[in-house]
């Protein structure tokens, strides 16, 4: 396990993809790491599968307006992680299903933006620190974006339409990094991307009932070899090289 400032261990500037199932996931899952990589002159884009339309307790938003919110919001938490480029399939939020309509879109995704690294989460967690139920549509994304990366973007005659009709010609991704995982095989130091990570979130207004309780929440979320007055914080991820 890497965790030192070279554990990416790249020579070149990376094309970084996001996808995840909805806006304030990419921030939640790994902000920290998000901001280091473009701090450190990456290219990161977002491909959020939703727009989160479900999430509130407002009975007064219908979920149009609370998908127009939700864009504007992900879009603010992106400027501040130093992404500026944000793609929304505004599938309907808390329904994804890793069927082949999906699988399709992310493959028409990948190979318009041919990531060299791409980002999602880990569709085989179903329960996160024995308190919590992993969402489905996390669960769907996870397995959707695996596979669309493999073998459906790779190889032309996968949804042949995209290549015959579209021109879109398949993209071999080189890395895929798996967020949410309970099984990390690299942790990325990110204590010095903490306070931007928080402030990302923070931009998810209409999912934050309490601000000062999140914002403990997050700073108590140090290492365990640290304590809180010089914390220090990670990222996990399941990291896949592939080997050609
Ligand atoms: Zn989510």
């Known amino acids: 396990m890497g965790n030192d400032g070279s554990s990416e261990g790249w020579e070149n500037k990376q094309n970084i993809l996001v996808i995840l199932a909805h806006p304030d996931d990419p921030e939640f899952f790994c902000g920290g790491t998000i901001a280091r990589w473009t ?41 501040v992680l130093g992404v500026t480029k944000v793609k929304f399939l505004d599938y309907p939020d808390g329904y994804l299903l890793p069927n082949l309509e999906l ?23 179903l329960y996160i620190r024995d308190s919590y139920i992993n969402h489905p549509d996390h669960r769907a994304a996870g397995q959707a974006v695996l596979d669309a990366v493999f073998p459906a973007a790779r190889d ?79 990222e996990g991820f399941r990291r896949i090289i592939f080997t050609r």
């Open 39 to 79: 701090t450190d002159g990456h290219q990161v884009s977002y491909c959020l599968l939703t727009c989160g339309d479900k999430g509130t307790k407002d009975r007064n938003l219908s979920p149009d307006e609370l998908c127009t919110i939700r864009h504007t919001e992900q879009l603010n938490a992106a400027n």
């Open 103 to 125: 699988r399709k879109d992310i493959t028409r995704v990948i190979r318009e933006e041919c990531p060299d690294i791409l980002v999602t989460c880990d569709p085989q967690t």
């Open 156 to 234: 032309h005659l996968n949804f042949i339409e995209l290549w015959r009709d579209e021109g879109l010609e398949p993209h071999i991704v080189r890395e895929v990094w798996v967020s949410l995982t309970i099984e990390p095989n690299v942790l990325i130091d990110v204590t010095k991307y903490w306070d931007t990570k928080i402030k990302a979130i923070k931009e998810h207004k209409s999912q934050i009932s309490d601000v000062e309780a999140l914002e403990k929440r997050l700073r108590d979320r140090h290492t365990k070899d640290s304590q809180l007055a010089s914390p220090r914080y990670e």
